[in-house]
């Protein structure tokens, strides 16, 4: 009887692992959203300018956010994000791993900057030389513009809020990342 109890109890254990595991891999996208394709991650390599974002706890009080995307030696992809933090005076810096969910030619991407935790990243509008992108992540929490400049000009920044509004955003409340300070 006992021993019974043992295994089911790790078996419970065992399967509660597996669970949080799969779900910590699983990614998803904003309903209505769609992911470019065809998409070409080497174009798409290099350094981002963060120009507005939803508030969230990683970025908070965050200005100067930079994302550089570059390729490891095993082909993953290496996200590096820096941004200032406005409170500390501080410089911060965090590194993770992109993956492809799914075909290398749809830009659909599961992030870890965390072992076994992964988010949702998803370029849904890039223009035709890879200078501009809006990137969401599992759900509305999540939204980028990105520029390879610190500038996004005024007619693709318009197209980027009636995209995002149009899945259901609410654009005003959009953060509109300075770029002041050179590292």
Known sequence: MRKNLIIGSAAAVAAAGVMLYLKGRSVSIPRGATP????????YLGTWYEIARKDYRFE???SNVTATYSLTPKG???VDNRGYDEATGEWRESTGKAKFVGDKTTARFRVS?????YAGYNVIDIDDDYQHALVVGDNLDYIWFLSRTPELPE???????AKAEE???????????????KA
């Open 167 to 181: 899945l259901g955003y609410l654009i005003t409340s959009l953060i509109w990342t300075t770029h002041d300070r």
């Open 155 to 161: 007619s693709v920044r318009e197209r980027f809020m």
């Open 113 to 117: 900057f965390f072992p076994f935790i």
């Open 36 to 43: 470019v394709q065809p998409f070409d991650l080497s174009r």
């Open 76 to 78: 993953e992809v290496l």
């Open 60 to 62: 908070r009080n965050m």
